[in-house]
Nanobody, 125 residues
Framework: QVQLAESGGGLVQAGGSLRLSCTVSLGFSTYTMGWFRQAPGKERAYVTAIGQGGGILPYADSVKGRFTISRDNDKNTVYLQMNSLKSEDTAIYYC???????????????????WGQGTQVTVSS
């Protein structure tokens, strides 16, 4: 089965940086890869995504200018570089994979086929 595994979460101070990674077990180069996050009591929300060939989809307004997505197909890994972190960035961060044939919006959880278990990011004020 396709398995996704996030890593790199942790506790950081406001203004600091963190880099998340997500490794995919099978078929990585065929997927659009997305990052989502979910704060307590809130719905899982789109952060950013990157296509099979490296094209980047729009960033959520809340992270523009601070977060950067990238991928390395040789390592089957997608990254999320997070800079200038704020307390409101505190959430569980999930990576997701979308098959090319899948229906649904790139900006919705319904647009992705496979999900990781998430990694906790906590930003202290």
């Amino acid at each position: 089965q396709v398995q996704l595994a996030e890593s790199g979460g942790g506790l950081v101070q406001a203004g600091g940086s963190l880099r998340l990674s997500c490794t995919v077990s099978l078929g990585f180069s065929t997927y659009t890869m997305g990052w989502f996050r979910q704060a307590p009591g809130k719905e899982r929300a789109y952060v950013t995504a990157i296509g099979q060939g490296g094209g980047i989809l729009p960033y959520a307004d809340s992270v523009k200018g601070r977060f950067t997505i990238s991928r390395d197909n040789d390592k089957n890994t997608v990254y999320l570089q997070m800079n200038s972190l704020k307390s409101e960035d505190t959430a569980i961060y999930y990576c997701a994979a979308r098959r090319r044939s899948h229906h649904g919006s790139y900006y919705s959880t319904l647009g992705y086929n496979y999900w990781g278990q998430g990694t906790q990011v906590t930003v202290s004020s």
